[in-house]
């Protein structure tokens, strides 16, 4: 089957992995969506999948969350998708609140999934398992997401350093806005000279001098 997106993949897999949790006694939700983006504390974050309570969901759905620049050579990235969705769908069958306990464990290695309940991996139970089921789903519509190449998103501005001038010498500094509010002008360290004059503050006319 061709999916033209990749919730309609994800979807699909899911759909094809139902069966096995209802063999384990753990059926999945009605109202599950599945997505590749972000997770909730960003790009930077580790997570590499998250579920969100139904509970936060306004018309009762698990939302789950696959981060796009995740590193799989493009030939294994399509199981290894498929063990994260696993992994998340496991939270939505047994409940949010078991966390990565028993009822967690017993469902994630009765998939076939393998290691520290907290970062479960593809074992090859799974693997052989999910096989069909991406077959039958076809090619995954997605490739890795380069974070560190351009975006729309607004740089961080960085701090502006305001000049600070000696008027009898010409000494010259730079300093944050914050300190010239909070501690005034800088002193030139030639004795006698003074408070330095410095550029107008937003909103500001002439400067201190």
């Not at 599945?34 to 139904?54: H, K, L, P």
């Not at 393998?114 to 799974?126: C, N």
Request: hydrophobic share 45%; glycine share 12%; aromatic share 4%.
């Amino acid at each position: 089957m061709i999916h033209d997106n990749r919730e309609s993949w994800l979807n699909g897999v899911a759909a094809g992995m139902a069966p096995l949790f209802e063999a384990l006694g753990a059926p999945l939700p009605d109202r599950v969506r599945v997505a590749i983006g972000f997770t909730s504390a960003g790009r930077r974050s580790r997570a590499i999948g998250e579920c969100w309570d139904n509970r936060r969901s306004a018309d009762g759905h698990f939302e789950i969350f696959i981060r796009p620049d995740l590193a799989h050579a493009p030939d294994a990235m399509p199981a290894q998708i498929a063990a994260i969705l696993a992994h998340e769908l496991v939270h939505a069958a047994v409940g949010i609140k078991a966390g990565h306990g028993k009822s967690f464990k017993r469902v994630a290695l009765g998939l076939g999934l393998v290691g520290p309940m907290r970062a479960t991996t593809p074992g090859e139970a799974f693997l052989a398992t999910v096989a069909p089921i991406l077959a039958a789903a076809g090619p995954l519509p997605h490739a890795r997401l380069d974070t560190g190449g351009l975006t729309t998103a607004p740089r961080k501005q960085a701090v502006r350093m305001l000049k600070c001038e000696c008027l009898a010498c010409g000494y010259t500094v730079r300093t944050a806005r914050k300190w010239l509010e909070t501690a005034g002008a800088p002193l030139c360290p030639i004795p006698g000279h003074g408070a330095m004059r410095h550029e107008p503050l937003d909103g500001d006319g002439e400067s201190e001098g």
